[in-house]
């Protein structure tokens, strides 16, 4: 054989054998993942007593109440769950008569979970596969500052986050143990695959970059949900969203007791210049146990998060903020603007059955009284991107109304 066609065959050879190797070296690759995501998706979806098939496409799984994820946070071993007390659950009408009444869930047209069970929207293989890495899947990302390299700097706006738009309502004090609104639900549109859009309560314990929060409202999330559904969630932090905490029951920690999905569909949603609706969602802490208990339309347990798996926040909480949320790389100064919205979509100057509202914004301290603060400020961090404004007219409750396009050839490019 001549000495050109041996070099030839070498190099068939060799071709040959490197993509053996990289189809070898990929099956491997593939086989982990997929080892990985069933032992997540088995971590994540317990045994189910019971099957719902919600009419909106997802899969509710009536779990045994201490089977539920909660219990694998090595806190909450022989953890014994406590129940919200009456005393939390009460709470005066907050319908003012100027809109429909509240709204719920999608699943529950097709059914309920039976007594000692609680309802768990499945999670996908799919809902997996869609997250950066199985490890953050249902977290929220870091918040990125202007300047990483000194996150303890306390000047110039150090403590907000280059990829998050907020507009707000906030209080700040000592010993807050609760907080509650009326949200005004909207269906906004998210236009970025990494993007998500709140309308929520936040209370912190601070507001520099190792915050403790526990959170709750509604989100449009795609990445997480696979649609661009409105939906109910909760969410804790003990570090600023670094490594601690997630969306819903996407991890452990948060102890679920009621017949409530988190995640779950809300349905009807509010229209522009039509018919409005709003969810009553309130934080309340439990001084003696140091939980802090989440409820819906006023008096529907949902949960808690136990002592265990916070730090201050069990005593109290000295910063409460209402207000919207978007998270996204294209915000602050980098243009394109995302055209994720924020509440309904419209300013907040649009007023009722154009912008997004929370009314009853109450909170409780020591005293034991729901009251409006005595000192709030309406916020916004992109301005022409998604404003806040605070209506507070003589002898009238407050309404704060918040939201925005995102991106606008007026005002944010």
């Known amino acids: 054989m001549g000495k050109p066609k041996f070099a030839m065959l070498l190099l068939w050879v060799l071709f040959g054998s490197s993509i053996i190797l990289h189809l070898h070296v990929e099956a491997k690759v593939s086989s982990r993942l997929e080892r990985e995501i069933e032992a997540k998706l088995k971590q994540l979806n317990k045994p189910a007593v019971k099957t719902i098939k919600s009419e909106d496409g997802d899969i509710i799984d009536c779990v045994n109440i201490y089977d539920q994820p909660a219990f694998d946070h090595p806190a909450l071993k022989n953890h014994t769950i406590k129940m919200m007390p009456d005393y939390l659950l009460e709470s005066g009408n907050s319908s003012t008569g100027d809109e429909e009444p509240v709204i719920f869930q999608t699943w529950l047209k097709s059914g309920s979970c039976p007594k000692g069970t609680i309802p768990i929207r499945r999670i996908l293989k799919e809902d997996l596969l869609r997250a950066a890495s199985i490890e953050l899947f249902g977290r929220k990302p870091p918040q990125v500052f202007n300047n990483s390299t000194n996150d303890f700097d306390l000047k110039a706006n150090s403590f907000i986050p280059e990829n998050r738009s907020s507009a707000y309502l906030v209080t700040m004090g000592y010993n807050y143990i609760g907080a509650q609104a009326d949200i005004n639900a909207w269906n906004p549109k998210v236009t970025q695959p990494n993007d998500f859009t709140t309308a929520q309560i936040w209370c912190k314990n601070d507001n520099n970059p190792y915050f403790e929060s526990v959170e709750s409202g509604w989100m449009v999330n795609p990445r997480l949900y696979g649609d661009g559904a409105t939906r109910f969630f909760a969410y804790w932090t003990r570090d600023s969203y670094r490594s601690t905490g997630c969306f819903d029951l996407t991890c452990s920690g948060f102890v679920q007791t ?36 989440l409820k819906i339309k006023n008096n529907i347990a949902v949960g808690y998060w136990p002592a265990n798996i916070l730090n201050t926040l069990r005593h109290s909480a000295i910063l409460v903020q209402w207000g919207g949320q978007v998270s996204s790389t294209n915000i602050k100064k980098v243009t394109p603007h995302t ?56 002898g009238k409750d407050p309404i704060f109304y918040f939201g925005g396009p995102g991106q606008n050839p007026i005002y944010c490019p």
Request: aromatic share 16%; charged share 15%; hydrophobic share 35%.
């Open 339 to 394: 055209k994720t919205e924020m509440g309904s979509g419209h300013f907040a100057s649009g007023r009722f059955q154009s912008a997004c509202f929370m009314q009853k914004v109450r909170i409780k301290d020591y005293s034991q009284q729901l009251k409006y603060p005595q000192y709030v400020s309406a916020m916004s961090e992109e301005p022409d991107c998604y404003s806040a404004l605070n209506v507070a007219e003589y």
């Open 258 to 293: 009621g017949q409530v999905v988190l995640g779950g569909a809300l349905s009807p949603i509010s229209s522009y210049f039509g018919p409005q609706y709003s969810l009553n969602v309130g934080l309340f802490l439990e001084p003696y146990s140091g939980n802090w208990y």
